[in-house]
């Protein structure tokens, strides 16, 4: 369910009144009285199943082994569905995990809506001065931090090496080469260069951000994705798939792109560290040297790629607070940050892991740092989240042509400003 802001208030009244009152979590009561950890810690972890769930697990049970009277319960939930899953679980007081593997853009939704527990000065935060400045913003909010960054991220362009080389083209470092390298491939191959995901408007923000344009200006409390810049960022991806250079979709986005890719139906797509470990289980990288990444190609204002990434988030009415700052803190520690990234090539929140043997030398780490020190933040408002609703539905209705680009643009500011009362 998505809230505006007065809803948002009366929930977050309701969120504050049940963790006070505590709540039904699923969890036993743990206590240290005795100076031992105890009792049952669940995580709801969100990541892909299939490739980063198996070592997100493992790493998870190996918390027991530093407290053997701790039981971890993981639990895998759909990332699409996290977001509200959680949310109404914690608003009826039944059902919410202890920990939640939160979206960057999330984190301070809960936060506001009262779901989270402040995590100053808890065992939660232990070696804090060590995160990434970028990467701790998203989990502050009015003054208090309400999650640990895990793993940061940004976007780049994914390419399959041995097409490129067959076609006699170069990466693309702007939008006109994007295109010219795209009708290249095609004429080589007869399939499209780029698949542009269309059900996500995530996907939408490289191409907003390179045009200048963003969803919101959060210092001046401006409604932006309707700008000129921003009808701009919808005339591009419009004018990519009009030109064939790309082709898209409108439902089932993330496995129809992740398939064209890794048979080696499409030349290109864009996607983040979150996709390094599926995609090398597709036939045309058992070789993993085929698969190259690079920038995502310039828009008329320059390169931009979004902020990404996810936090772990301690549940406000959990029963055993102490074990899941304990948990909170080993899953976001030095020791399993090293092992997500030797692992996954899931990008480090800790200045010191980058610096490990196995990480300094990760080729895809190494590309995506960089990307990622450039990377636009998003705005760390409650309603970040919300935002992508209304902006999904005419991002994909401007790609199939369902609606122009101005028309658009213009809806989406539209939404937004019911959501966001009192914004220009």
């Not at 309701?14 to 669940?42: H, Q």
């Not at 109404?88 to 960057?104: F, H, K, L, M, T």
Request: aromatic fraction near 10%; charged fraction near 25%; hydrophobic fraction near 40%.
């Amino acid at each position: 369910m998505r809230r505006g802001i007065a809803a948002t208030a009366l929930v977050a009244a309701l969120g504050v009144t049940l963790a006070a009152c505590g709540s039904d979590s699923g969890s036993d009561g743990g206590s240290k009285s005795s100076g031992e950890l105890s009792g049952t810690v669940t995580w709801w972890d969100t990541s892909t199943v299939g490739s980063e769930d198996k070592v997100f697990k493992k790493l998870a049970e190996g918390f027991t082994k530093k407290h053997p009277k701790v039981t971890v319960k993981y639990v895998n939930v759909p990332f699409g569905e996290a977001q509200n899953k959680f949310k109404n679980a914690a608003q009826s007081g039944s059902g919410a995990p202890d920990v939640i593997r939160s979206e960057v853009a999330w984190t301070p939704e809960f936060a506001d809506l009262g779901y989270l527990a402040p995590l100053d000065k808890t065992t939660a935060l232990k070696g804090s001065e060590d995160f990434l400045k970028q990467a701790a913003a998203s989990t502050q909010y009015k003054g208090k931090t309400y999650a640990v960054p895990q793993v940061i991220d940004s976007m780049g362009i994914f390419y399959n090496k041995k097409i490129f080389k067959e076609a006699g083209v170069q990466v693309p470092k702007t939008i006109d080469e994007l295109k010219t390298v795209s009708a290249k491939i095609k004429q080589k191959t007869g399939n499209p260069g780029l698949y542009l995901r269309g059900d996500d408007a995530y996907w939408f923000l490289s191409f907003l951000y390179g045009e200048g344009g963003d969803l919101v200006d959060a210092e001046k409390k401006t409604i932006t994705v309707d700008s000129p810049a921003g009808v701009k960022g919808f005339k591009v991806v419009k004018d990519l798939v009009d030109s064939g250079a790309a082709k898209t979709d409108a439902t089932d986005g993330w496995n129809n792109m992740q398939t064209a890719f890794k048979d080696g139906k499409v030349a290109m797509m864009i996607n983040g560290p979150w996709a390094v470990s599926d995609t090398y289980a597709g036939k045309e990288f058992a070789d993993k040297a085929n698969l190259g990444i690079a920038p995502v190609p310039a828009g008329s204002a320059g390169q931009g790629a979004p902020q990404g990434g996810h936090n772990l988030a301690v549940y406000a009415g959990s029963k055993n607070l102490d074990a899941s700052y304990a948990f909170t803190e080993y899953m976001t520690s030095v020791e399993t940050q090293t092992a997500v990234a030797k692992e996954l090539s899931l990008l480090p929140t800790r200045e010191s892991v980058y610096i490990k043997p196995d990480v300094a030398t990760n080729e895809m780490i190494t590309f995506f740092k960089p990307v990622v020190d450039k990377a636009v933040e998003r705005p760390w408002i409650p309603e970040t989240g919300s935002l992508f609703a209304p902006l999904v539905t005419e991002y994909t209705k401007v790609l199939t042509g369902q609606t122009t680009p101005e028309a658009g643009a213009k809806a989406s500011g539209d939404a937004y400003r019911k959501l966001l009362k009192d914004w220009k």
